[in-house]
């Protein structure tokens, strides 16, 4: 087996462009050329973000963007909120936690999004003895929820407190108002919905966030303030990942190119050819109604089948590598990605593989029902594209909890 197709909820499959673009030869990361670089990234950016503020460009993965805001902002000592709903919510925690915070937590079944009644409920109830900040997830990568960020927007909008949203595997996937609504810093990360490999974390922030900050950013490594302050001279603190950034730079013309309506279309529609999919392949979503993630299916394996057996199957026979639960979804789920440079027809072909796999398994189905049910999806989304004022045309909301039944 010589090819391998990531269908991880990231890293991703990279686009051959994007790759060779790191065999480029290096530059002087204090130089005009770099400069120049950091800025066609930042401005790239910008309405993927849904924001006026320069994004920030920091050698590390998604944990590190998060760290950096999280220590950048608050001080030990300082009360925050976190209203986690799976595994990377919970990392968040223990990053505020790690920093010396005091760290209540809302908490939400896995599998469920946050509720923003619920929120709105929790944050007036501590009016007289508030919180400095909020900790939010807007793509939950280990439950395959998305947070409805918009409802959750018209309760925290507003108030005095400052936002922190980890969208690390939502952004780009499906429209992203970081300014219109309200959140002081959002971070992100390169190896996921911009299709570029590990190595950059992207962190916003607005200017309440600033002015915080200027209070007192205390950490060294990952401070914002630093960052900014040397953007501004098209530079970074530290020397930076600059073949990451050259991947970066094309991962995200190749975006543009395509479109941010289109993109959003295309991880919607992989994301309900799969979970139709699974659903005729007999597994169940994990992930509730209203609730699904356009960039990640997670869903429980049919009884008596050894999830990690089947995953190795895919992965070693046909190449196909989708990925397992985590902490206590160990076992239980499998998760395919949606995210990268595959297909539609890398997507049915990689569900013909699970089909086998799952035959091959003694799983009991009808030979051909996923890609089938799939190929139904993708038929349909593609006829109503196409129509004149479809999704794709109108820039129509398409995010996935428009859609009230699954798949
Ligand atoms: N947050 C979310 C929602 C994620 O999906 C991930 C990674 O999968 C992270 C944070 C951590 O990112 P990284 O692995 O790049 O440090």
């Not at 900790?135 to 922190?164: C, M, P, W, Y």
């Not at 050259?246 to 190119?257: F, H, K, N, P, S």
């Not at 356009?294 to 394996?301: F, K, L, Q």
Request: aromatic share 6%; charged share 20%; hydrophobic share 45%.
């Amino acid at each position: 087996m010589n090819k391998e197709l990531l269908f991880l909820p990231g890293p991703v499959t990279v686009a051959e462009p994007v790759l060779a673009a790191m065999s480029k030869p290096l530059i002087d990361h204090r130089g005009p050329e770099f400069a120049q670089l950091l800025q066609r990234i930042g401005g790239r950016l910008q309405p993927i973000f849904g924001t006026q503020s320069e994004p920030l460009l920091l050698g590390a993965s998604g944990t590190g963007g998060l760290e950096a805001a999280v220590t950048s902002l608050f001080q030990p000592g300082e009360k925050l909120l976190a209203a986690p709903i799976g595994v990377f919510g919970r990392r968040l925690v223990a990053i505020a936690q790690a920093r010396g915070c005091k760290v209540d937590v809302l908490e939400t079944a896995w599998g469920h999004a946050l509720d923003a009644g619920e929120l709105e409920k929790r944050l007036d109830s501590v009016a007289h003895d508030g919180y400095a900040g909020l900790l939010l997830t807007h793509n939950e990568t280990s439950t395959g929820v998305q947070n409805d960020l918009e409802a959750i927007a018209k309760v925290t909008r507003g108030r005095d407190l400052l936002t922190v949203v980890d969208s690390v595997s939502g952004l780009g996937a499906s429209p992203f108002s970081m300014d219109a609504w309200g959140f002081d810093v959002v971070v992100s990360a390169s190896q996921k919905a911009l299709g570029a490999p590990p190595g950059v974390a992207m962190v916003a922030a607005g200017k309440r966030a600033w002015e915080k900050m200027e209070t007192g950013a205390s950490n060294f490594y990952f401070n914002l303030l630093k960052a900014r302050d040397f953007a501004h001279q098209g530079q970074t603190p530290w020397t930076p990942p600059i073949s990451i950034l050259y991947a970066l730079d094309v991962a995200l013309e190749r975006y543009e190119e395509e479109g941010a309506t289109a993109v959003y279309w295309r991880h919607q529609s992989y994301a309900r050819a799969i979970r139709a999919a699974f659903a005729a392949l007999g597994l169940k979503l994990f992930s509730q109604d209203l609730a699904h993630s356009p960039t990640v299916v997670a869903a429980c394996v049919p009884d008596g089948v050894d999830a990690s057996a089947l995953l190795r199957n895919l992965r070693d026979m046909r190449g196909i590598v989708l990925s397992g639960g985590q902490m206590e979804l160990k076992g239980k789920i499998v998760r395919m990605g949606t995210m990268g440079d595959v297909s539609q027809t890398d997507v049915l072909g990689a569900l013909g593989a699970l089909e086998i796999a799952l035959l091959e398994m003694d799983v009991p189905l009808k030979v051909g029902s996923g890609v089938q049910a799939a190929l139904r999806i993708f038929l349909d989304m593609d006829a109503a594209a196409l129509t004149p004022g479809g999704a794709k045309n109108t820039g129509a909301r398409t995010d996935e909890r428009t859609k009230a039944t699954s798949p």
